[in-house]
């Protein structure tokens, strides 16, 4: 993701499909990840972002729910999740430790 203004990097937002060893499973569901230089936090760029890609995951891919993992601690992540629609659910665990495991439901 770039800046308009003067195409500063400012990160990235999409969906993937790691195939992680994740309990409980996310297999097969279109996971939503992100990442943004802490230049961006607090100017709405993640939102903006994460919308228009969640308007395109519900018009093209259409699932039925989009799962998002998200380090414990990582306030600003949960926060972002929240406003994007996405719902905490009990922790997952990965790599042997607890995730924070959110998910929205399709809204298309």
Known sequence: MERR???RYLGHIGFFEFERDLQPSILG???MGW?????AHGHGYAS??????????DEVLKPASIPAIIAPGNTPSMR????LGFV???????????IALFRRGHLG
């Open 5 to 7: 203004a003067d195409g």
């Open 29 to 31: 569901e279109p996971e």
């Open 35 to 39: 990442i943004f230089d802490r230049a």
């Open 48 to 57: 903006e972002a994460g919308k228009a890609a969640l308007q395109w995951a």
């Open 80 to 83: 972002l999740a929240e406003r």
């Open 88 to 98: 905490r659910e009990p922790d997952a665990i990965y790599k042997g430790e607890p």
